[in-house]
């Protein structure tokens, strides 16, 4: 089992400010680098405080040159939003900066807020068409001079300058979720990230059963990749009950992500506030005992035993996804306890 830490800048109000939250988030990833991850994720968001990262590339540009081993993960780019010559030139261009560490995960994008100010017009439930197309052109880049004569781009023969470092390229996963993204993930050679959400283990196993279905199904590609990505709150034994403050905080990331998915309010300065707790008294998954069972929060040895489940089921790649609401010293010490006894469980 490979470990990464999926991270953002986080901002729920503006107590703390932007030169502050990268702090934090450089801090966090030396962190995980010397405790032994392999990858740092960073994903793309538009306009949103909570998740503040209009682009990957500059924070992991930074980070690879404090850094030496961990690998740069853009995870998520959001494929309407780019042309497939930028993708592949910037890509190739972090793996020139990093030496080779550079990885891309493709999204088709989910906010339609971040549709109606970045592509107006077009709905969010229509963005796998871009991602369908973008995938096979940016590798067709990074091959050499290709020209392209698509639906949604068409542009003369051209390359990706600077070529990438690593050969024929990045590794290049597909944040997926219904069987056709898994189907295409594969049958294109992109590794797989998933991420259950709110739903228990049992939904981990679907999303590997939707994966193992598209590896029958394309017998003669090379096994890819799969990745599960998961909120996690690491906290010490001598605690039991400090699991609570981490359930709390995971259920109003999980209201403020339903606020802005709902896209019916206007945010002020980049700020939403979360849907009020009424909205979901009939929706037992926001229930904090709930969120204990399905968001990674525990003990050590509750995490490591759950993590060894998600080994045994063929997962290649665990990500500590600490964007909860939590403070930075909160986040620090649980991502700490994490490195110091889960990882040595997995040879770490």
Same mark, same amino acid.
């Given at each position: 089992?490979?470990?990464?830490?999926?991270?953002?800048?986080?901002? *729920?109000?503006?107590?703390?400010?932007?030169?502050?939250?990268?702090?934090?988030?450089?801090?966090?990833?030396?962190?995980?680098?010397?405790?032994?991850?392999?990858?740092? *994720? #960073?994903?793309?968001?538009?306009?949103?405080?909570?998740? =503040?990262?209009?682009?990957?590339?500059?924070?992991?540009?930074? %980070?690879?040159?404090?850094?030496?081993?961990?690998?740069?993960?853009?995870?998520? #780019?959001?494929?309407?939003?780019?042309?497939? #010559?930028?993708?592949?030139?910037?890509?190739?261009? &972090?793996?020139?900066?990093?030496?080779?560490?550079?990885?891309?995960? &493709?999204?088709?994008?989910?906010?339609?807020?971040?549709?109606?100010?970045?592509?107006?017009?077009?709905?969010?439930?229509?963005?796998? !068409?871009?991602?369908?197309? %973008?995938?096979?052109?940016?590798?067709?880049? *990074?091959?050499?001079?290709?020209?392209?004569?698509?639906? &949604?781009?068409?542009?003369?023969?051209?390359?990706?300058?600077?070529?990438?470092?690593?050969?024929?390229?990045?590794?290049? *996963?597909?944040?997926?979720?219904?069987?056709?993204?898994?189907?295409?993930?594969?049958?294109?050679?992109?590794?797989?990230?998933?991420?259950?959400?709110? !739903?228990?283990?049992?939904?981990?196993?679907?999303?590997?059963? !939707?994966?193992?279905?598209?590896?029958?199904?394309?017998?003669?590609?090379?096994?890819?990749? %799969?990745?599960?990505?998961?909120?996690?709150?690491?906290?010490?034994?001598?605690?039991?009950?400090?699991?609570?403050?981490?359930? /709390?905080?995971?259920?109003?990331?999980?209201?403020?992500?339903?606020?802005?998915?709902?896209?019916?309010?206007?945010?002020? !300065?980049?700020?939403?506030?979360?849907?009020?707790?009424?909205?979901?008294?009939?929706?037992?998954?926001?229930?904090?005992?709930?969120?204990?069972?399905?968001?990674?929060?525990?003990?050590?040895?509750?995490? =490591?035993?759950?993590?060894?489940?998600?080994? $045994?089921?063929?997962?290649?790649?665990?990500?500590?996804? #600490?964007?909860?609401?939590?403070?930075?010293?909160?986040?620090?010490?649980? %991502? $700490? &306890?994490?490195? /110091?006894? =889960?990882?040595?469980?997995?040879?770490?």
């Amino acid at each position: 089992m490979r470990f990464s830490l999926f991270v953002h800048m986080e901002r *729920w109000d503006e107590s703390v400010s932007h030169e502050q939250a990268f702090a934090d988030l450089t801090e966090l990833v030396l962190m995980a680098e010397a405790g032994g991850f392999g990858t740092v *994720w #960073i994903g793309e968001h538009h306009a949103m405080e909570f998740t =503040v990262s209009p682009s990957p590339m500059p924070q992991l540009a930074y %980070l690879a040159a404090k850094t030496s081993t961990i690998r740069l993960g853009a995870g998520t #780019i959001i494929a309407p939003f780019w042309n497939p #010559i930028r993708v592949a030139g910037e890509c190739a261009l &972090l793996d020139v900066i990093s030496g080779g560490r550079m990885e891309v995960g &493709l999204a088709r994008g989910a906010y339609q807020y971040e549709f109606d100010r970045m592509t107006p017009g077009l709905a969010a439930s229509d963005g796998g !068409k871009h991602l369908r197309e %973008l995938v096979p052109a940016v590798k067709a880049l *990074w091959a050499g001079d290709y020209a392209h004569d698509g639906e &949604l781009w068409q542009f003369p023969t051209s390359t990706s300058v600077p070529s990438p470092v690593q050969t024929p390229g990045p590794p290049v *996963w597909i944040a997926a979720r219904d069987p056709a993204s898994h189907d295409f993930a594969v049958a294109h050679g992109c590794n797989v990230m998933v991420t259950p959400l709110m !739903k228990g283990d049992e939904e981990v196993v679907a999303l590997r059963d !939707k994966f193992e279905a598209a590896l029958a199904a394309h017998p003669d590609v090379p096994r890819p990749d %799969l990745m599960v990505l998961r909120h996690t709150h690491v906290h010490s034994e001598s605690d039991p009950d400090g699991w609570r403050p981490a359930a /709390e905080a995971v259920a109003r990331y999980y209201r403020t992500f339903d606020a802005w998915f709902g896209n019916q309010e206007a945010p002020v !300065k980049g700020f939403l506030p979360p849907s009020p707790g009424e909205k979901f008294a009939e929706r037992p998954e926001f229930e904090l005992d709930s969120l204990h069972r399905t968001a990674m929060i525990g003990t050590p040895a509750e995490v =490591v035993r759950r993590i060894k489940e998600y080994e $045994q089921l063929g997962v290649d790649e665990y990500s500590f996804w #600490i964007d909860n609401g939590m403070t930075h010293e909160e986040k620090r010490a649980s %991502l $700490q &306890l994490f490195i /110091e006894e =889960v990882v040595p469980a997995f040879g770490g």
